[in-house]
């Protein structure tokens, strides 16, 4: 609990330190903290009960997101978490209206080592569980 306000206070830093509000780069900032930036912005980008804006579907999410981990503001092994983790679509099948959860290819996102064929079976595995 002790470490609560820092996280709520650097949720909207950028890994290339032109967040708000302290302009923390990626090395002063844990790794909760940039996983907690990545949901945050997941989250928001998804949410559909806000009476100012539609929930974006999941490939519409996640081009987003991709874009602003090339662009340095979110951190690339977080994002690669919440895919591989299969994470956000438990998220999104607990929290979305069923016509946000579209079609999308993980691998369209992942820059891991790990080969391509195994990315594969791993989600076409986190998929079926689901």
Request: charged share 25%; hydrophobic share 35%; net charge neutral.
């Amino acid at each position: 609990m002790a470490s609560v306000p820092r996280y709520a206070s650097t949720h909207h830093e950028k890994m290339d330190g032109s967040g708000y509000p302290r302009k923390l780069s990626a090395e002063q900032l844990s790794i909760p903290e940039r996983m907690l930036a990545v949901a945050d912005v997941f989250e928001a980008l998804t949410a559909s009960d806000r009476p100012y804006k539609e929930g974006k579907t999941l490939s519409q999410t996640l081009n987003i997101l991709s874009f602003m981990v090339k662009d340095q503001h979110l951190d690339r092994d977080a994002f690669e978490l919440l895919l591989s983790s299969g994470l956000y679509l438990r998220y999104a099948q607990k929290y979305l209206k069923p016509e946000q959860i579209d079609d999308i290819n993980i691998d369209d996102y992942l820059t891991s080592t790990r080969p391509k064929a195994q990315r594969t079976a791993e989600s076409s595995q986190q998929s079926a569980k689901a």
